[in-house]
Structure formats: structure tokens, C-alpha cells
Nanobody
């Protein structure tokens, strides 16, 4: 059974940091590009950061460039999202998602992903 499980969310003050983790199981992890997406109340789901199968290619939303870093460890079936300098507008449920993709490609649109985790809540507030 294919599973993606997110962890690492929580409450943090503005300017703080969090590291999210996404662990995959039940599939050949390195065959999939992985993305982090987020959805705030009454807003659509948006791509935050996405990474290719091997980890060498990445994409970021303009709103998080320079603050967030996506990485992966295929030996641990895990993708990370390091979030620094957090802002209140970063508050959302964060999801990881997987999609089969050719080597080096980085799909990063919510409608295109094959599998989704259940999400982890990030709240940035003083």
C-alpha cells in the first residue's frame, strides 16, 4: 500500500524555522518526483517546492524562494522541507505528493500529482 506521511508541523513565531519531513512507503521512492504543497483556509492548493527523482533539480514558489529549501534522501525514502524566516502568510496545511516523472523533470502542479499524504499543519503566529 502506497503511503506518504508528513510530519514536523506545529506552531512557530514569525521569523522562526521548521523542518517538515515526508516519508514514503509501498513504492519505489526514487522513481518519483516529490512536491510540497500547501493550502490555507479559503485558498487553493499551491506548490511550494518540488524536487526531481535524484534531487538535482528543484522548483520553488516565488513567495518562498530564499527562505525554503527542499531536499531528499532516497536511502531513507524521505523528502524534507526546511522553512526559515517564516511569516504568518506561510500558515497552512502542508502536503507532500508524488508523481512518476522522467529523470530530471520537476512536476509541480497540484492537479498533476499521483499520490498525496494527509498533511501537517503549520501555524506561524506570535
Amino acid at each position: 500500500q502506497l503511503q506518504l506521511v508528513e510530519s514536523g508541523g506545529g506552531l512557530v513565531q514569525p521569523g522562526g524555522s521548521l523542518r517538515l519531513s515526508c516519508i514514503g512507503s509501498g513504492f519505489i521512492f526514487h522513481n518519483y518526483a516529490i512536491g510540497w504543497f500547501r493550502q490555507a483556509p479559503e485558498k487553493g492548493r499551491e506548490g511550494v517546492g518540488c524536487i526531481s527523482r535524484g534531487g538535482g533539480d528543484k522548483k520553488y514558489a516565488d513567495s518562498v524562494k530564499g527562505r525554503f529549501t527542499i531536499s531528499r534522501d532516497n536511502a531513507k525514502n524521505t523528502v524534507y522541507l526546511q522553512m526559515n524566516s517564516l511569516k504568518p502568510e506561510d500558515s497552512a496545511i502542508y502536503y507532500c505528493a508524488a508523481i512518476t516523472a522522467p529523470w530530471g523533470e520537476v512536476p509541480c502542479t497540484p492537479n498533476g500529482m499521483d499520490y498525496w499524504g494527509k498533511g501537517t499543519l503549520v501555524t506561524v503566529s506570535s
